[in-house]
């Protein structure tokens, strides 16, 4: 199994950025699903970025375009590079892998101010 240990987080205005990392416990390599979801207030938690089978990427369609996720093997993290964020991106987000079953962060706060 995986810990995830998110960080980056934080207050921003809108139109800036921000790098979110997640460090895993294990060796990700092998990992075949691994990436980011986020959760707004009294809303479900959705889709941002994962890797796929490998490298193959899947965005949300409410950031594609915007954000990109990018990995580093050898030192078992995988980040989430945001530019131009907007107030609707403030959300909890957090770290997803999937070994067997499904493996979730703490999750790491982003407030975009307008």
């Known amino acids: 199994q995986v810990r995830l240990v998110e960080s980056g987080g934080g207050l921003v205005q809108a139109g800036g950025s921000l790098r979110l990392s997640c460090v895993a416990s294990?060796?990700?390599?092998?990992?075949?699903?691994m990436g980011w979801y986020r959760q707004a207030p009294g809303k479900q938690r959705e889709l941002v970025a994962v890797?796929?089978?490998?490298?193959?990427?899947n965005y949300g369609e409410s950031v594609e375009g915007r954000f990109t996720i990018s990995r580093d093997n050898a030192k078992n993290t995988v980040y989430l590079h945001m530019n131009n964020l907007q107030p609707a991106d403030t959300a909890v987000y957090y770290c997803?892998?999937?070994?067997?079953?499904?493996?979730w962060g703490q999750g790491t706060q982003v407030t975009v101010s307008s």
């Open positions: 997803y892998a999937k070994i067997e079953y499904d493996h």
């Open positions: 890797f796929t089978s490998g490298s193959s990427t």
């Open positions: 294990r060796s990700i390599f092998t990992i075949n699903a």
